[in-house]
Structure formats: C-alpha cells, structure tokens
Nanobody
Framework: QVQLVESGGGLVQAGGSLRLSCAAS????????MGWFRQAPGKEREFVAAISWSGGSTDYADSVKGRFTISRDNAKNTLYLQMNSLKPEDTAVYYC??????????????????WGQGTQVTVSS
C-alpha cells in the first residue's frame, strides 16, 4: 500500500515562494505518474501539475504555468512542487497523488489511486 505525506505548506505573502514535498512509501512508486491538486474552501479539487514516472514529461494548469515547477527524485521517493510568485488565489489545501497505470489523463482526480492528507497553503495579500 502506497502512503503519501505532504509537507512544506504555510503562510506566505503575495509574491513569495514555497516548496512543497510529498514523501512516498511503498513499492514501485518510481513507476507511477505523480500529480499535485488543490482544493480551496467551497470549491472542487482541481488539477495543478503532474509529472511522468521518469520526470521527462510535465503538465501544468494554465493558472500556475510559469510560476510553479513540479519535479521528482525517484531515488528518494519524493515529489516536489516549487511555487513562486504566489497569489492570494493560490490559497488552498494542496494534495499529492499517485497514478499506478498512467491513464494518460493526468488532469482528472478519478485517475489517481493514492492521495496524501494535504498541506495548507495560505497566501496573504
């Protein structure tokens, strides 16, 4: 069973930066597609970014493109999300997720098999 634990969230002023980490335990994680999603109060969980098992391919939501960078270190079984130029609208709980089968549809929550518990990111104006 894969377990995912996020860390690195916190309170930051607009324009600031945070780096989220997602530590994974369990087998074969390095072959999984990994993604970041976020959920703001009263809103549905939305796609932020995803990365292929090798790290060679990435995808980003338009709202974060150019500001956020997803990466992974398979030797450490860890996923990262570097967030720069943060805006108040980035405030949300951020979740990492793992997709065992690489469905090809990285943007849909239903394609991910394992989820972390989330870490809160709050951006003040």
């Amino acid at each position: 069973q894969v377990q995912l634990v996020e860390s690195g969230g916190g309170l930051v002023q607009a324009g600031g930066s945070l780096r989220l980490s997602c530590a994974a335990s369990g087998p074969i994680l390095r072959t999984y597609v990994m993604g970041w999603f976020r959920q703001a109060p009263g809103k549905e969980r939305e796609f932020v970014a995803a990365i292929s098992w090798s790290g060679g391919s990435t995808d980003y939501a338009d709202s974060v493109k150019g500001r956020f960078t997803i990466s992974r270190d398979n030797a450490k079984n860890t996923l990262y999300l570097q967030m720069n130029s943060l805006k108040p609208e980035d405030t949300a709980v951020y979740y990492c997720a793992a997709d065992r089968t690489d469905s090809g549809s990285w943007r849909f929550t239903r394609n991910y098999d394992f989820w972390g518990q989330g870490t809160q990111v709050t951006v003040s104006s």
